[in-house]
């Protein structure tokens, strides 16, 4: 059976990832200054987080819509696939994943839409998971429910290291950004299960890194295998001390990172990263080291 696999631009996926395995990307729109781009179509992560600081109106981002979906999953059928998985953005953060099922709906059940419950390389983690199993020809239903085990366990950390863009988004309010500001502050926030919470604030930039790696700690018990993701807003060289603490303490089987795309740059500013965990059973471990041969 050929599945393909669908995800949307907020997976942050770099471009070789993408073209090695034929992943179909769905991008979100980001308005700004009066103009429509096509989240890593008309506009690069690059270039945009070049752009960020200088604008004086907030971007705003939006879901695609279930005709651009509609259109993807029919050119995948076209093209010779028996069912598409199709990954997503999680529900609770963006009308993506119900655009894709709207999409779906119109596909006489060729299509499986999964609500990630993460967001950027989280969603990229599942992708990869999905990709792999079906290259070793796993079926739909087993790959979906793996999915569904695995995206349990996903989770996020992440640090803006401006609270600017939480604030103009209403995320925080102004007195929580000045009052952060003020003293340093910064928050380390925690996604699962669709949610974000804050975990922990530090005061200076300096303590993120061995803050993200004690709340991994906290959840994770050392030597446990998993697939880890870091994503960035640039000059990657600076995180590597979060990769190798990483490495130090679990049996990474894969790592990805990549560059935090436009829609999700635009709520957390410029300077953003985190840390994305998918921690797996022993069984699970076997299957991925199968699955990469």
Known sequence: MRIAVVTDST????????????VRVVPLTVEMEGRVYRDGVDLDAEAFLERLPALRDIPH???????????????????GADGIVSIHLA??????????????????ERVVVIDGGSASLGTGLLVWWTVQRAMSGASTAVICEELEQLKGRLFALTAPITLEYLARGGRIGQAARWVGTLLDMKPVLLLQHGVFRPERRVRGERHIIPALLAAVAERVSPGTPLLAALGHSGHRERYAALEQGLRNRYEVLGWLDGVIG??????????????IVL??????AQLWKEARG
């Open 11 to 22: 997976a942050d996926l770099p471009a070789a990832f993408v073209h090695r395995y034929g």
């Open 61 to 79: 981002t939006a879901a695609p819509s279930p005709g651009a979906f509609g259109e993807t999953y029919r050119a995948a059928l076209e093209a």
């Open 91 to 108: 529900r609770g953060l963006s009308a993506t994943v119900t655009a894709a099922e709207t999409a779906a709906a119109m596909m006489e």
């Open 262 to 275: 436009p829609a999700i740059s635009a709520h957390v500013g410029p300077g953003a990263f985190g840390v």
């Open 279 to 284: 921690p797996l059973t022993h069984e699970e």
